[in-house]
């Protein structure tokens, strides 16, 4: 379009087409895991530590999915109107992530489990996924057509 704008006649045309654009729902895994600790609880009259086990069950919940894209980049000679090179490229794109709560002794859990307790999820919106598939992709795409430009 820009070329038609200056009046430039280009020699090649690079079209770009993306197909199978798939950005699924994110799937829930749930697991449970059981904590256990010694806490101490005071000490005896001699001084010495008294232990008490607590129990907690931390509740997590695993949302993930795999979004996948193809481009196809056509590179044709508008002059001889043969086609220079025709390719298709594959990317995916995987989000992860994982939020807990727990029941029981809050002093059973570990760091770990408290930055999972903490984790707020927020699931990516389409386009910022469509931009991480692009992102991906557009190395390859640029490297192919520099390939079929210095041929």
Request: proline share 4%; hydrophobic share 30%; glycine share 2%.
């Given at each position: 379009?820009?070329?038609?704008?200056?009046?430039i006649?280009?020699?090649?045309?690079?079209?770009?087409?993306?197909?199978?654009?798939?950005?699924?729902?994110?799937?829930?895994?749930?697991?449970?895991?059981?904590?256990?600790?010694?806490?101490?609880?005071?000490?005896?009259?001699?001084?010495?530590?008294?232990?008490?086990?607590?129990?907690?069950?931390?509740?997590?919940?695993?949302?993930?999915?795999?979004?996948?894209a193809?481009?196809?980049?056509?590179?044709?000679?508008?002059?001889?109107?043969?086609?220079?090179?025709?390719?298709?490229?594959?990317?995916?794109?995987?989000?992860?992530?994982?939020?807990?709560?727990?029941?029981?002794?809050?002093?059973?859990?570990?760091?770990?489990?408290?930055?999972?307790?903490?984790?707020n999820?927020?699931?990516?919106?389409?386009?910022?996924?469509?931009?991480?598939?692009?992102?991906?992709?557009?190395?390859?795409?640029?490297?192919?057509?520099?390939?079929?430009?210095?041929?």
């Amino acid at each position: 379009w820009e070329a038609r704008r200056e009046s430039i006649r280009p020699d090649w045309l690079v079209e770009l087409r993306l197909r199978d654009l798939d950005v699924p729902q994110p799937q829930t895994n749930t697991s449970t895991r059981n904590r256990s600790a010694q806490v101490q609880v005071g000490t005896d009259t001699s001084g010495k530590p008294i232990y008490q086990t607590v129990y907690a069950t931390l509740t997590i919940n695993q949302m993930r999915f795999t979004a996948r894209a193809d481009m196809d980049v056509n590179i044709k000679d508008l002059v001889t109107r043969k086609n220079i090179s025709y390719r298709s490229f594959r990317e995916d794109y995987r989000w992860d992530q994982s939020r807990a709560t727990y029941s029981g002794d809050s002093r059973a859990l570990t760091n770990a489990d408290w930055q999972l307790i903490n984790n707020n999820i927020n699931a990516p919106r389409k386009e910022e996924v469509l931009n991480e598939l692009y992102r991906k992709i557009y190395p390859q795409v640029l490297n192919n057509i520099r390939y079929a430009a210095e041929w």
